[in-house]
């Protein structure tokens, strides 16, 4: 008896280890550029955090204006325990602004975002984490990219496919409001188009292929129109 016992502990041990052998982490995808609000381009220690989620919901990636180091410590303390609200604040006054000094923390980039999305491989035999985009050439992975401001609700700015590792993308995002519609205008080029150019670069070309097939046509106007922002 003790020795069957001891075979279905070993074949359940076997079971788990087959079943929790967990995917291989890829260098980040990294997303980075302009993020447009009203037409003004949103600057280092504003409250606007970009993010990006898989389908199921899952963040994996995130790029908070007010905390561009990501270390837990508002930017606008950082730079000053003088500042509104910092007095007292842990890590205040300990920002570097030397190189160059311009009022931005060195170690961000400037009042550009930078979104590191999480990938993995997921060769046969390992199991999909839920954390990370995983990489696949024949049936890329939708990911979602979307904006907070303000603290308040999250709304989607763009959809974007990920199959390459560590990919680095110059992306224009922008709040979806009228002027993401004049954006759009002056980069429409229809189906499989190319940039028109003139006003139309290719950061904001990218940035108006809402649905990341690599044109600017009526379904990239569609996607404005089922997430606009208002105004
Ligand atoms: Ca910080
Ligand atoms: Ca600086
Ligand atoms: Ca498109």
Request: proline fraction near 4%; aromatic fraction near 6%; glycine fraction near 12%.
């Given at each position: 008896m003790s020795r069957v016992i001891a075979m279905v502990v070993v074949v359940n041990l076997v079971v788990t280890c087959v079943h929790v052998a967990a995917a291989i982490p890829e260098p980040d995808v990294v997303l980075y550029g302009t993020v447009l609000r009203a037409g003004q381009s949103v600057r280092q220690q504003d409250a606007v955090v970009v993010l990006a989620r898989l389908g199921?919901?899952?963040?994996?990636g995130r790029y908070d204006f007010g905390d561009c180091n990501a270390d837990g410590v508002r930017d606008v303390c950082e730079r000053s325990c003088s500042n509104p609200g910092c007095t007292g604040v842990t890590g205040c006054g300990t920002a570097r602004d030397t190189s160059p000094a311009d009022g931005l923390l060195d170690d961000c980039p400037g009042n550009l975002y930078a979104l590191r999305v999480r990938t993995e491989s997921v060769p046969q035999g390992l199991t999909a984490t839920g954390q990370a985009a995983v990489l696949n050439l024949a049936s890329p992975t939708s990911v979602q990219i979307l904006i907070q401001v303000g603290g308040g609700a999250e709304q989607p700015i763009r959809q974007l496919w990920i199959d390459e590792r560590g990919e680095i993308r110059n992306i224009t995002l922008s709040v979806l409001d009228l002027f993401a519609f004049r954006n759009f205008s002056r980069c429409y080029n229809g189906p499989q188009g190319a940039s028109p150019g003139g006003l139309c670069d290719a950061a904001l070309f990218s940035g108006a292929d809402y649905d990341d097939d690599g044109d600017v046509d009526l379904r990239d106007y569609a996607f404005i129109q089922s997430h606009f922002g208002g105004n």
């Amino acid at each position: 008896m003790s020795r069957v016992i001891a075979m279905v502990v070993v074949v359940n041990l076997v079971v788990t280890c087959v079943h929790v052998a967990a995917a291989i982490p890829e260098p980040d995808v990294v997303l980075y550029g302009t993020v447009l609000r009203a037409g003004q381009s949103v600057r280092q220690q504003d409250a606007v955090v970009v993010l990006a989620r898989l389908g199921s919901g899952q963040e994996i990636g995130r790029y908070d204006f007010g905390d561009c180091n990501a270390d837990g410590v508002r930017d606008v303390c950082e730079r000053s325990c003088s500042n509104p609200g910092c007095t007292g604040v842990t890590g205040c006054g300990t920002a570097r602004d030397t190189s160059p000094a311009d009022g931005l923390l060195d170690d961000c980039p400037g009042n550009l975002y930078a979104l590191r999305v999480r990938t993995e491989s997921v060769p046969q035999g390992l199991t999909a984490t839920g954390q990370a985009a995983v990489l696949n050439l024949a049936s890329p992975t939708s990911v979602q990219i979307l904006i907070q401001v303000g603290g308040g609700a999250e709304q989607p700015i763009r959809q974007l496919w990920i199959d390459e590792r560590g990919e680095i993308r110059n992306i224009t995002l922008s709040v979806l409001d009228l002027f993401a519609f004049r954006n759009f205008s002056r980069c429409y080029n229809g189906p499989q188009g190319a940039s028109p150019g003139g006003l139309c670069d290719a950061a904001l070309f990218s940035g108006a292929d809402y649905d990341d097939d690599g044109d600017v046509d009526l379904r990239d106007y569609a996607f404005i129109q089922s997430h606009f922002g208002g105004n």
